[in-house]
């Protein structure tokens, strides 16, 4: 498939976030082709995503039933952010002098979403309180205990992700993690059995939030992060993140709080999840 989008497009930065976060057994990053394996509607596949031509990316799917050709395309266009509008976002960031220059430096910044929203509330969970690394490891643990096998031609890709029926019955905290937060996971895949569209867009990022929020675990960093990269909520903005705060601190050359933070992003609403990914792509530019 070819999968079209407004260009420009940074697929320099959207791979290497990726990257960082891929989860051993269900995702590879290489040569700048991005792969992972699905699962839908009870059957299993792979899918590979690369930079096209022209502008759009280009999609390899292997999967056992071509009716889900649509659905699939519906969530890779939501993973890799393709409805966004850099002619209509940039200038609007712009407007801050900060933003401007971060804008200018990558002009086709995207927000990277998420397969599905189960994952990603997982990863989220998962990574409360402790680094990337520790929670990818976590992660692929999680993956390997209880995703289906999966036979691909690709090393790095060997099960598919667990299912919300799985993971709601098992004792997470086995992996080598508070039982709290164990809890929490089993909670939040209980929760999507309960409410099929518990991770889908509301009418509103209030709402989608307060939605998120009122499950046990799940504080409003964990809700707003969701909100950012699965509701695909362009406002969306976890102000308490830490690196949202060093980044902005390093970018103005002065320490702030929390606080701070959050009242200098009221000059980048209605877009705050696109300043947030600007701001954490700062930290880790190479040149």
Same mark, same amino acid.
């Given at each position: 498939?070819?999968?079209?989008?407004?260009?420009?497009?940074?697929?320099?930065?959207?791979?290497?976030?990726?990257?960082?976060?891929?989860?051993?057994?269900?995702?590879? *990053? %290489?040569?700048?082709?991005?792969? =992972?394996?699905?699962?839908?509607?009870?059957?299993?596949?792979?899918?590979?995503?690369?930079? !096209?031509?022209?502008?759009?990316?280009? *999609?390899?799917?292997?999967?056992?039933?071509?009716?889900?050709? #649509?659905?699939?395309? =519906?969530?890779?266009?939501?993973?890799?952010?393709? %409805?966004?509008?850099?002619?209509?976002?940039?200038?609007?960031?712009?407007?801050?002098?900060?933003?401007?220059?971060?804008?200018?430096?990558?002009?086709? +910044?995207?927000?990277?979403?998420?397969?599905?929203?189960?994952?990603?509330?997982?990863?989220?969970?998962?990574?409360?309180?402790?680094? *990337?690394?520790?929670?990818?490891?976590?992660?692929?643990?999680?993956?390997? @205990?209880? !995703?289906?096998?999966?036979?691909?031609?690709?090393?790095?890709?060997?099960?598919?992700?667990?299912?919300? $029926?799985?993971?709601?019955?098992?004792?997470?905290a086995t992996l080598g993690m508070p039982k709290s937060r164990g809890?929490?996971?089993?909670?939040?895949?209980?929760? +999507?059995?309960?409410?099929?569209?518990?991770? $889908?867009?509301? &009418?509103?990022?209030? %709402?989608?939030?307060?939605?998120?929020? &009122?499950?046990?675990?799940?504080?409003?960093?964990?809700?707003?992060?969701?909100?950012?990269?699965?509701?695909?909520?362009?406002?969306?903005? &976890?102000?308490?993140?830490?690196?949202?705060?060093?980044?902005?601190?390093?970018?103005?050359?002065? #320490?702030?709080?929390?606080?701070?933070?959050?009242?200098?992003?009221?000059?980048?609403?209605?877009?705050?999840?696109?300043?947030?990914? @600007?701001?954490?792509?700062?930290?880790?530019?190479?040149?």
């Amino acid at each position: 498939m070819k999968l079209a989008y407004q260009p420009p497009y940074d697929w320099a930065a959207m791979v290497g976030f990726l990257s960082l976060r891929a989860i051993n057994g269900l995702e590879t *990053v %290489e040569a700048g082709v991005y792969r =992972r394996s699905i699962s839908l509607g009870g059957r299993q596949g792979w899918i590979s995503v690369a930079p !096209g031509a022209g502008d759009w990316l280009e *999609v390899g799917v292997d999967f056992p039933d071509p009716a889900a050709l #649509p659905e699939i395309a =519906r969530r890779l266009r939501r993973m890799f952010d393709l %409805e966004a509008q850099p002619q209509l976002i940039n200038p609007k960031l712009a407007d801050d002098p900060l933003m401007a220059r971060l804008v200018a430096a990558r002009p086709g +910044l995207r927000v990277p979403g998420a397969w599905d929203g189960l994952e990603l509330a997982i990863r989220a969970v998962l990574g409360q309180q402790i680094s *990337v690394v520790a929670a990818i490891r976590l992660a692929g643990k999680l993956v390997a @205990h209880y !995703g289906q096998p999966l036979e691909t031609p690709h090393a790095g890709i060997t099960h598919v992700f667990p299912t919300p $029926e799985v993971l709601a019955a098992a004792d997470l905290a086995t992996l080598g993690m508070p039982k709290s937060r164990g809890r929490t996971l089993s909670a939040v895949a209980q929760a +999507l059995l309960d409410d099929p569209d518990l991770f $889908e867009p509301k &009418a509103s990022l209030k %709402e989608g939030v307060a939605r998120l929020v &009122a499950l046990a675990g799940i504080g409003d960093w964990t809700a707003q992060y969701i909100a950012m990269r699965q509701l695909r909520e362009p406002d969306a903005f &976890a102000s308490g993140d830490i690196g949202l705060i060093n980044a902005l601190a390093a970018l103005e050359g002065e #320490p702030i709080s929390a606080r701070q933070l959050s009242a200098r992003a009221e000059a980048w609403r209605p877009l705050r999840a696109y300043a947030a990914q @600007h701001l954490w792509t700062s930290l880790s530019r190479a040149d």
